[in-house]
Nanobody
């Protein structure tokens, strides 16, 4: 059974930092790209960033580029989303998702096969 489990969400002040984790099980982790998405109340789920099979393949949305960093540890089946200089607009439920890597970082929801349950991030002003 495939499972993606996010953790690390919480409440933080504007300008603060958080690190989210996505622990994967039940799939050949080294063959999967992992993406991060977020969904704010009343809004569509949007792509935040993603990582391919190695650290040199990453992609980010313009809204987080330069503030967020994605990394992966294949020995721990875990992908991390380091978020810095957080803003109230970053408030959302954050989801990780897995796709069998196609050679590029997928940015569309339908390209991902497996999803986690999400973790809430709230940035206070």
């Amino acid at each position: 059974q495939v499972q993606l489990l996010e953790s690390g969400g919480g409440l933080v002040q504007t300008g603060g930092s958080l690190r989210l984790s996505c622990l994967a099980s039940g799939l050949p982790f080294r063959e999967y790209g992992i993406g991060w998405f977020r969904q704010a109340p009343g809004k569509e789920r949007e792509f935040v960033g993603g990582i391919g099979l190695s650290a040199d393949k990453t992609d980010y949305s313009d809204s987080v580029k330069g503030r967020f960093t994605i990394s992966r540890d294949n020995t721990k089946n875990t992908v991390y989303l380091q978020m810095s200089r957080l803003k109230p607009d970053d408030t959302a439920v954050y989801y990780c998702a897995g796709d069998r890597f196609l050679g590029f970082v997928a940015t569309l929801k339908w390209q991902y096969e497996y999803w986690g349950q999400g973790t809430q991030v709230t940035v206070s002003s």
